[in-house]
């Protein structure tokens, strides 16, 4: 073969090369993210608040072509299943619900996770932590639980999805504020904990109102206060500790959050994307009212200022972990 002929061959095999890049490209093009399912993880048991959320996102999502699979990777306060989203491939595909529970085990160094493995998306809600005892209980107001409190030091059990959160901090600070020690219980999720509690297995519980609402309908159990500065719109009746005289932020305020997040180095316009369809999802009327229906709060916070609120909740939970947790293994 001449010279001119290899030529001619090498820079056809070249154009030819070049034309499939382009089509590659164009196809990539034409099917923008997300192109197929999104493992959405949620590290707590199913039927809690955070489940509750993200299987309702999942609905409206479905409304816009989005799948959204919902995964329950319950453990560790929401280590486990954050651990599995920090680890996975950054491409938008796996994300999971970060909470402020497990801001309070990086606080006390109980985990390995840091906020910088993360790519903060959309805050879900805003959560106000209410006190709950049975429905049957001697002990139905805030004032007679106290001083049941009061009477048992370190007996009176109260349960708590996690541990080492701020349910658990609450859960402390219940006794605290008539000096003495209450018995937290953890369990692996909120389902859990108003189970046992509505058959009096415990005598208290530190819940969310979503976790909740449905065995205070039912009568099963009873919030007695809220963790809270002002009442919650969806339990107008129950009473918050501030206004019975009792502060239950004396190391500073406290605020119990969920929030998407994504693995930390996801490709900018892959978490662009992602902060777009969840701002849009988070702002529908149906996540709004079903949201509100439990006693959750929904705001417009993503990306860079979600990322600055998260740093202040850490701020703050390394302050007060350290007085509550430290004291209470004292």
Known sequence: MSFKKSLALLAGQVLAGAALITASLSASAADPFPGKEIHFIVPWNAGGSNDI???????????????????NVPGATGAIGLTKVANAEPDGYTIGMGTSSTLALIAQGLTPLRNEQFAPIARVTTDPLILLVPAKSEYG????????????????????????????IFAVMT????????????????????????????????LKPSESKAQIDGGLVKPIAVFANER????????????KGYNVFPYGPLVQMAYVVAPAKTPPAVREKLIAMFKKWINTEKYRSTSAAGGALVDD???AALTKEIDNVQKSLNEVGKKVFVAEKK
């Open 53 to 71: 959320s993200a299987r309702t996102l999942a609905q409206i999502a479905s409304e816009d072509g989005v799948t959204l699979l919902v995964e």
């Open 141 to 168: 107001t805030l004032e007679s639980f106290l001083a049941h409190v009061k009477a048992n030091p370190g007996k009176v059990s109260v349960g708590i999805p996690g541990t080492n959160n701020l349910n658990h």
């Open 175 to 206: 006794g605290r504020v008539v000096g003495v020690e209450t018995l937290p219980v953890p369990y692996t999720g909120g389902s859990k904990v108003v189970g046992d509690l509505s058959g009096k297995q415990i005598e208290a519980g530190v």
């Open 232 to 243: 919650i719109k969806a339990l107008p009746d129950v009473p918050t500790f501030k206004e």
């Open 301 to 303: 916070l993503t990306g």
